[in-house]
């Protein structure tokens, strides 16, 4: 399981803290799904609300604990270049893996800041690298060979996945993203 939840500003309907709530059982939900020799991995983007920020990554982390899976790694993905300045959105995401058996070999080095998220079909996509990173992660350290996004939104997990030969389902809400999924072309994958 490769996705990215949505933040509260793409959940209109709902109030921040009904989001929030919801942010947490859905997470909670995705991790219980796992079989127990997969992985669940969440790229999530910290946001603005109130002056004040939402760490979205910590969120996931105490689904975790509820879903009794364990932390394998937590990187930083750079969305702009250090040292940008924003607003509303973090220059920077959260790119975590959990599990309850994957165990991968000690001392293996690992980039733990990925200092480029890639190609990014849309503003609040996860990045080609980010998604490479994460499906390189499930094909070399597991027997899972699809890969399922419940969120998929643009589909960049689902292209990357493919690219790099595995399996991919996507789900999302919208019909409209789920027709631009289909269509998805990375820029460095042949059409």
Known sequence: ??????????????????????FG???????????DDG????????VRHAG????????????????SMNL?????????????????RASYSHLLGFCRRVIPP???PVADVLADAGFVPGTKAMGAAACEAACHFVKDYT??????DPFCGFGTVLAVANALGLDAIGVD?????????RILCLPSTEC
């Open 52 to 67: 004040v920020w939402v760490d979205k990554g910590h969120l996931v982390a105490c689904a975790a604990k509820h879903a």
């Open 106 to 108: 000690t001392g293996t």
């Open 143 to 148: 027997v899972t060979r699809t890969i399922v």
């Open 173 to 181: 809400i919208s019909p409209r993203m789920c027709r631009r999924a």
């Open 72 to 88: 394998l790694f937590h990187r930083i993905v750079c969305r702009s270049p250090a040292g940008t300045a924003t607003v509303g």
């Open 1 to 22: 399981m490769i996705t990215s939840l949505p933040d509260s500003s793409e959940l209109a309907g709902l109030g921040f803290d009904e989001w929030r709530a919801w």
């Open 25 to 35: 059982k859905a997470a909670a939900a995705v991790m219980e799904s796992v079989p």
């Open 39 to 46: 992985v669940a991995i969440f790229f999530q983007s910290d």
